[in-house]
């Protein structure tokens, strides 16, 4: 099965900062990349989609690009409503799709 | 509007069975992928299952064999029928639709598994 592997797992920023999460794949899965938002006692929202592509109504300072085994997801001028845990998770052409480990963003 | 609703979570004793439902509205269960997604407490995102369009189900492997997703074509519900229960099954669970990203999920129901 494909790992993923996210770094770093927190990180601490202040408002109007650049900030960036990796992820690495143990194994070649093209764009099949997905990067998601999660708040406690809410849904996970999906943010990114095939490495790069921004979700319908999801804010233009996400931004996520990469491909094959090495990805990178940013939040640019971060906001204090982007507190809360990111997730990467690969869709290689079978399950399981495994989620990365999650990075805790403060501020 | 697409709405999905989890239900049938709660406290069973390990060895024990359990069935969550994932009633959808505003879509069709069997035109879509449906997924099921869990999180310990404490912990992260966990990737359970997923029934396709065609009916194919997979799992993570420390479900298999243990945990079966069906679908409910009348009811339009996708069903998470849990059996031989462990511990390490508590945990908030979600479903999901999404073929590539999980772009409209649920709000969870909560199982726990405790003697």
Known sequence: ?107 | EVRLAESGGGLVQPGESLRLSCAASGITVINNYVHWVRQAPGKGLEWVAVVYTAGSTYYTDSVKGRFSVSRDSSKNTVSLHMDNMRVEDTGLYYCARGQGGLYDWGQGTLVTVSS
């Open chain 1, 1 to 107: 099965d494909i790992q993923m592997t996210q770094s770093p797992s927190s990180l601490s920023a202040s408002v109007g900062d650049r900030v960036t999460i990796t992820c690495h794949a143990t194994q070649d899965i093209s764009v099949n990349l997905n990067w998601y938002h999660h708040k406690p006692g809410t849904a996970p929202k999906l943010l990114i989609y095939d490495a790069s592509n921004l979700q319908t109504g999801v804010p233009s300072r996400f931004s996520g690009s990469g491909s094959g085994t090495d990805f990178s997801f940013t939040i640019a001028n971060l906001q204090p409503e982007d507190v809360g845990t990111y997730y990467c998770q690969q869709y290689d052409i079978l399950p399981p799709y495994t989620f990365g480990q999650g990075t805790k963003v403060e501020i």
